[in-house]
């Protein structure tokens, strides 16, 4: 059973934690919940945070020219400078951070849909963008996974988000090791699952781990992060995922019956149309490796890339679109 390094996040202190939504609601959210044994939370509410209570005036985004305010219309008040000086000071504190969870549409946290309005009363909708506090996210931590619980909804989206998530705490413990030979190990154990995000930096990661330029162990760690870091930024397609599981299935293909390949290459097929979850090919070839004893492909972390209770084929729909 595989061990898991528990992840850094920051999330939207609404989001299950605590009744400070401008309604004063707390919005529970099963997938934070399940997360929970297996994170270090960090929650906070910025709009709180700058002296906001609960329940609030609603505050907006208001345009200003190819700027936005952060506005509250009842009061009139613009607090858009405090807003800034809370995110750059909270943000500036924050160290070794593996990713973020922000509630969707805020004007604070919303990390790609906050609505951002022509004026201050009921006036049209001009475009969306990222809240004052998220778009300050954005910059501050610009190689960190950032995701809002409504694209989360997505199991596509999900799955890419924990694999990246979990897989950046493992290689933050690594780097403590300060081991080139450790993070050879971490490599190797991750083959495939980089194969499936980006063959590019996977074959870019694996020049750097080799360190044939005998450079200092810290130079190693700082390259292999900014690609690891990279290697995420693309989200795997269907047939980046097929073509992976097609390698390992070499291993087993000549000893399995005419049935046992007919049903694999069938359930690729409805991977491919987005019937079945990636989890159910993998749980066959994990199967198939137990069978055969083949402990290289068993240390493999594409087959569990995070805590299997996080495993879900819900799916919302949304937000494909965005990744």
């Known amino acids: 059973m595989r061990s898991f390094a528990k992840p850094r996040v920051v999330v939207s202190k609404c989001l299950e ?22 994170v270090e939370f960090i929650p906070v509410c910025p709009e709180v945070e700058i002296g906001l209570g609960t329940p609030r005036e609603v505050i907006r985004l208001v345009a200003d020219g190819d700027k936005t305010k952060l506005m509250q219309p009842d009061s009139g008040l613009n ?10 000071e909270f943000l500036g504190s924050l160290k070794d951070i593996d990713g973020f969870i922000l509630k969707t549409r805020s004007p604070s946290c ?7 309005y022509s004026g201050m009363e009921k006036t049209p909708v001009l475009r969306t963008e990222a809240g004052i506090f998220a778009s300050h996210v954005k910059e501050h931590f610009t190689l960190v996974a950032k995701e809002d619980e409504g694209r989360l909804k997505n199991f596509i989206v999900r799955e890419h988000f924990l694999t990246r998530l979990f897989t950046v705490a493992e290689f933050r413990e690594v780097k403590k090791e300060d081991s080139i030979s450790k993070l050879m190990q971490f490599q190797a154990k991750n083959k495939y699952l980089f194969m499936a995000c980006n063959q590019d930096s996977m074959r870019a990661l694996g020049r750097i781990a080799a360190n044939h330029e005998k450079l200092a162990n810290e130079e190693v760690f700082t390259q292999y992060e900014d690609e690891l870091h990279k290697l995420f930024h693309r989200m795997p397609k269907p047939n980046d995922h097929i073509n992976v599981c097609q390698h390992v299935f070499g291993y087993f293909s000549k000893h399995l019956t005419k049935a046992e390949k007919d049903h694999f290459l069938t359930s690729l097929d409805q991977f491919k149309e987005q019937k079945i979850p990636l989890s159910s090919l993998l749980t066959m070839l994990r199967s198939w490796s137990y069978r055969f004893e083949n402990d290289y492909l068993l240390q493999q972390y594409y087959f569990t890339p995070y805590p299997e209770s996080l495993v879900a084929i819900s799916d919302s729909g949304k937000g494909r679109s965005l990744s």
């Open 17 to 38: 934690f605590e009744a400070c939504r401008y309604n004063g609601e707390r919005i529970p959210d099963k997938l934070i919940e399940k997360l929970n044994e297996y």
């Open 110 to 116: 919303g990390v790609f849909d906050a609505k951002v």
């Open 79 to 88: 607090l858009t400078s405090k807003m800034e000086e809370f995110s750059l």
